[in-house]
Nanobody, 127 residues
Framework: VQLQASGGGLVQAGGSLRLSCAASRRTFSNYALGWFRQAPGKDRKFVAT????????YYADSVKGRFTISRDNTKNTVYLQMNNLKPEDTAVYYC?????????????????????WGRGTQVTVSS
């Protein structure tokens, strides 16, 4: 599956952004989706993930209560609503897909479970 993230930009601390990630395949509902981010000079880190149906979500502690992941299987799109943004949220954000056929009973999935990755979108939060 091909993924294309969008929606990044420059925002002041306390502001909001909504990222979108559109997928190319009609079997979108066969993929769990995740968001990751990579700050300059740092390793890529998990942000949030959502199950195939959208019924279960999981968040990194650093974004819990501020970010919301959701998906619209009719539009082949996953979203990341980011509220109360902080300068430390500045990073390139990536969406990724985890095929149901690869499911290994591991939830939440690890980064290596995600087999498809999109190009990132830059989010910059100014103080």
């Amino acid at each position: 599956v091909q993924l294309q993230a969008s929606g990044g930009g420059l925002v002041q601390a306390g502001g909001s952004l909504r990222l979108s990630c559109a997928a190319s395949r009609r079997t979108f509902s066969n993929y769990a989706l995740g968001w990751f981010r990579q700050a300059p000079g740092k390793d890529r880190k998990f942000v949030a993930t959502i199950t195939w149906s959208g019924g279960i979500t999981y968040y990194a502690d650093s974004v819990k209560g501020r970010f919301t992941i959701s998906r619209d299987n009719t539009k082949n799109t996953v979203y990341l609503q980011m509220n109360n943004l902080k300068p430390e949220d500045t990073a390139v954000y990536y969406c990724a897909a985890y095929s149901r056929s690869d499911y290994n009973n591991n939830w939440p999935p690890s980064e290596t479970d995600f087999g498809s990755w999109g190009r990132g979108t830059q989010v910059t939060v100014s103080s």
